[in-house]
């Protein structure tokens, strides 16, 4: 399988925060800020039917980018070997590794996860954002539905903070394989239902405690109502993925559903918006 590498050159995190932001809304799996130079990664396949918009979309930003091919195996052995763990602070802490790095001493909530070409290594400010979140909310004893899993990363953290049983559902093949392989390591396989499509993949009636969506405005709008469908009063939504001017969407879009507002946390211009069923 090919994959094509966009580097995109940008003037700061800031540019490199948004442009992920818009570029999610294609196929894209992986993306890597490395100074002044964003790195997008999508199956050759995808990116032949959506170059057209993904480079119109650039041209608008008046951004400088190159198209380059790479093997995904080659790439994704480079990827693993520079993977660092990153340590999410907060009442509850948490550190976020690969296999091959040391636990975190103490009292640490440990997730290994295998990120493969799958959104949700921590190192974005979403996940650690979310991840911070979710350990400070009190899931224990709970169901849930991590929806966009991605590599499972919030599903993970959410059983370590006691949730009873996750549902993890991704469109992409590769994030749910990614999914199965970190649940295994994480040592929760048994807890964690893995379904690979979209909204469709939860059975209608099924119900859960919260829902975890980190994906992106558009996406989180659209399954609003199903969302609201899954959820009984008083049940929780968090979610992320979108940046401070989406809010007022997220929320009107919320709000139409039954939800109200519960809180809204800011990290690096990116978002975490909690709901709860009324």
């Not at 379904?195 to 119900?207: D, L, N, T």
Request: glycine share 6%; charged share 25%.
């Amino acid at each position: 399988m090919k994959y094509v590498e966009l580097n995109i050159s940008v003037e700061d995190a800031l540019q490199a925060e948004i442009l992920t932001a818009l570029l999610s809304d294609y196929p894209f799996e992986a993306f890597a800020d490395e100074e002044s130079q964003l790195k997008a990664y999508i199956q050759q396949e995808c990116f032949d039917e959506c170059r057209e918009e993904v480079e119109q979309l650039l041209a608008s930003q008046q951004v400088d980018f190159q198209v380059a091919d790479v093997e995904q195996q080659n790439w994704n052995a480079e990827w693993e070997s520079g993977f660092e763990p990153v340590d999410v602070e907060g009442e509850h802490p948490i550190r976020i590794r690969a296999p091959h790095h040391i636990p975190a001493e103490g009292d640490v909530i440990d997730v290994v996860i295998a990120p493969r070409m799958s959104f949700g290594t921590g190192h974005h400010a979403t996940t650690a954002l979310m991840s911070q979140t979710i350990a400070s909310t009190g899931v224990e004893g709970l169901r849930g539905l991590d929806m966009g899993c991605g590599t499972g990363v919030l599903a993970i953290v959410a059983l370590k903070c006691g949730a009873e049983q996750m549902v993890a559902v991704d469109i992409d093949d590769w994030a749910c394989d990614s999914c199965r392989d970190s649940i295994a390591l994480s040592g929760v396989a048994d807890r964690v239902d893995v379904r690979c499509g979209s909204i469709e993949q939860v059975v209608a009636g099924e119900q859960f405690d919260f829902i975890l969506a980190n994906i992106n405005r558009n996406i989180l709008i659209s399954m609003m109502p199903s969302f609201s469908a899954l959820l009984p009063t008083d049940g929780l939504l968090l979610m992320s993925g979108f940046l401070r001017e989406d809010v007022p969407f997220i929320e009107a879009s919320a709000m139409e559903q039954g939800f109200t507002v519960e809180n809204i946390i800011e990290r690096e211009g990116w978002m975490v918006v909690v709901c709860k069923k009324m």
